[in-house]
């Protein structure tokens, strides 16, 4: 399973920090993925890392968000800057033995379960 944490709430054009951490079988996988879903809406992909460090981002996020991962510890990290109101959502974590995408959130084995982020103007 994944524990998602670093969730919470700030004003548009703060910041914060998600962390994922991976536990059992889910740990070492080719790509772990960050995931966001607004109520009422489907699960859009904010932004995906395999493990040779190659990145992918949702136009949405590109150059406010950053991607990272350690592999030695299995943590999947999503540094998000300059907030809108927008980015407002659940976000989740996912990995999965696959070839990274934004597009598909059935192909991810793990999730968590989620924590919110909420972006006041």
């Known amino acids: 399973r994944l524990l998602e944490s670093g969730g919470g709430s700030v004003q548009a054009g703060g910041s914060l920090r998600l962390s994922c951490q991976p536990s059992?079988?889910?740990?070492?996988?080719?790509?772990m993925a960050w995931f966001r879903q607004g109520p009422g809406e489907e699960r859009d992909g904010v932004a995906t890392?395999?493990?040779?460090?190659?990145?992918d981002y949702a136009d949405a996020v590109k150059g406010r968000f950053t991607v990272s991962r350690d592999n030695a510890k299995g943590i999947l990290y999503l540094e998000m800057n300059s907030l809108k109101p927008e980015d407002t959502a659940t976000y989740y974590c996912?990995?999965?033995?696959?070839?990274?995408?934004?597009?598909?959130?059935?192909?991810?084995?793990?999730w968590g379960q989620g924590t919110q982020v909420t972006v006041s103007s």
């Open positions: 059992g079988s889910s740990a070492g996988q080719y790509c």
């Open positions: 890392i395999d493990l040779t460090g190659t990145s």
């Open positions: 996912a990995t999965g033995d696959i070839d990274c995408t934004l597009a598909h959130p059935h192909r991810y084995k793990t």
